[in-house]
């Protein structure tokens, strides 16, 4: 039986724009939401005990298509998502590995998928046809646009892909922002910003900076009202790496094989950043007690960044605790 559900969920990476889903699986999925919905919450709540709880959440107008655009940081993100909304969506899912692995993803499959490799620009163009078709038919979207999770300690939203504001724009509907939160006592708080007409805005990046700005707002609320501060003097060692090691739990929840190459499920979108050009040249420089002092506080934070390094942190202890 196992095997059976992971070759159907495999053939989601070779479903083509015709014929990823049906007017019938369309239909049926916006008619059992709502049983889904509370299936998802009794399993969260029953085998994960994870408890549910909503801190903010609209009254959407029935029968229209949104944009749930969601940040994204922890394993059940996703289906707390799945059981607070009060409609359908197709959920985007880029994590190629968990079609394999990971039961979860029937129930998210249950719920509507549409499955994109993150790494192929097909596929990636697919997968923008697929959404439209969903929004077009009634249903609605889930999407994660900082990509991957947010493995940052200084960022409370990512730099976000332009997803949200791309079908915003060609299907003229709202998006709405959604933050996610768990705390150590396995509490999953949900909040619903309000609905945003990315539409409007003239430029991708003006549409997308109001996104991130919500979703950082509606985040750090969230932060401030449930979370529990560390006292640095209570946590031995590295606090930073303590820091990684507290992300590395969270990826082993979604049992990633332990010689998992990290180098592509751990992407995220990048602006221009100088230091990065630096950082590849920095061999070339002639570096001498003359001109130290200006490339003194540059090497620092080279130096900090390789230290600190999520990817080499993850392809190195991984394998050795799962």
Not at 77 to 94: H, K
Not at 95 to 100: D, G, K, P, S, V
Not at 256 to 273: H, Q
Not at 289 to 304: S, T
Request: glycine fraction near 4%.
């Amino acid at each position: 039986m196992k095997r059976f559900i992971f070759k159907r969920l495999e053939k989601l990476a070779t479903k083509d724009t015709s014929n990823f889903t049906t007017s019938f699986g369309l239909t049926i999925r916006r008619v059992l939401h709502k049983p889904i919905s509370i299936i998802f919450k009794v399993v969260l709540r029953v085998v994960y005990k994870q408890k549910i709880i909503v801190d903010k959440k609209l009254k959407l107008e029935k029968h229209k298509s949104y944009v749930f655009a969601c940040n994204h940081s922890f394993y059940f993100d996703g289906p707390a998502v799945i059981a607070t909304v009060d409609r359908n969506f197709y959920s985007l899912f880029g994590a190629t590995e968990q079609l394999h692995v990971e039961i979860r993803t029937l129930f998210i499959w249950l719920n509507g998928l549409i499955y994109v490799d993150r790494f192929d620009k097909q596929s990636r163009k697919d997968s923008v046809i697929k959404m439209n078709k969903v929004l077009q038919a009634g249903n609605s979207i889930l999407i994660f646009p900082e990509g991957r999770w947010n493995d940052s300690e200084n960022l409370l939203c990512q730099n976000l892909f332009a997803g949200p504001y791309n079908l915003s724009v060609q299907n003229k509907v709202e998006v709405v922002p959604v933050s996610v939160y768990n705390d150590s006592d396995n509490h999953i708080y949900v909040s619903y910003g309000k609905p945003l007409k990315l539409y409007k805005y003239d430029t991708k990046d003006e549409g997308i900076q109001v996104l991130r700005d919500c979703l950082a707002t509606l985040y750090y609320e969230q932060i401030e009202k449930h979370s529990e501060p560390w006292k640095r003097e209570e946590i031995k060692g590295d606090i930073h790496k303590h820091y990684m090691d507290e992300r590395m739990k969270e990826y082993s929840k979604a049992h990633f094989p332990s010689n998992y190459c990290w180098d592509d499920e751990l992407f995220t979108y990048k602006e221009n950043d100088d230091l990065e050009d630096v950082w590849k040249d920095i061999d070339k420089v002639n570096i001498n007690i003359k001109n130290i002092d200006k490339f003194k506080d540059i090497l620092q934070e080279l130096a900090r960044r390789k230290k600190y390094n999520f990817k080499d942190y993850m392809n190195e202890n991984y394998k050795k605790k799962y």
